[in-house]
C-alpha cells in the first residue's frame, strides 16, 4: 500500500501585535514547549474547528482531554450509585439518568481542571531535573 503524501502548509497567516503582545504569545508557546509558530497555528486553527488546542492542554491533544471528560463522569456516576447503595437506597431509572446527566454536564470542566492540576503538580519536579 503507497504511504500518503504529506499535507505541505503552503499558505501564510499573518497579523501585528503590540510588543507586550508578542512576549504574552511567546511565553505560551514557550510554556507548552513548542515554538511560536506551532503554537499559534495549534491555537488558531483548534479554535476554528471547536477544539481545545493541543498546546493549550499542555497533553497529547483533544483525545486525552476527551478521555480524562469521560472517566470524570464515569467516576461521578459511580461514587454516587455506591454510596447510595451502601446506604440500602435503590435507584429508580429516572434517578440514574439524572446522575449521568449531571455527570455529563460539567465533565468538560473536571477534566480541564484534573489535566490544569496535574501539569500544575508535575511543573517543580521537571524544574529540578
Given amino acids: 500500500m503507497a504511504k500518503a503524501k504529506p499535507i505541505l ?17 511567546e511565553a505560551q508557546a514557550t510554556e507548552h514547549g513548542v515554538n511560536l509558530s ?10 476554528v ?18 478521555l480524562m471528560a469521560e472517566l470524570s463522569a464515569l467516576r461521578a456516576i ?8 451502601s446506604n440500602g437506597e435503590r435507584l429508580t431509572a429516572e434517578e440514574m439518568q ?13 477534566a480541564r481542571e ?4 496535574a501539569q500544575e503538580s508535575e511543573g517543580p519536579r521537571k524544574e529540578k531535573s
Fill in 9 to 25: 502548509r503552503t499558505r501564510t497567516v499573518s497579523t501585528k501585535v503590540t510588543e507586550e503582545e508578542f512576549f504574552g504569545l
Fill in 38 to 47: 506551532e503554537w499559534v497555528r495549534e491555537t488558531l486553527l483548534a479554535s
Fill in 49 to 66: 474547528n471547536g477544539q481545545e488546542p493541543r498546546a493549550a492542554t499542555g497533553c497529547a491533544g483533544t483525545g486525552q482531554v476527551a
Fill in 78 to 85: 459511580l461514587l454516587n450509585v455506591l454510596f447510595r447503595q
Fill in 98 to 110: 439524572r446522575l449521568v446527566d449531571r455527570a455529563d454536564s460539567d465533565k468538560l470542566r473536571k
Fill in 114 to 117: 484534573r489535566l490544569l492540576q
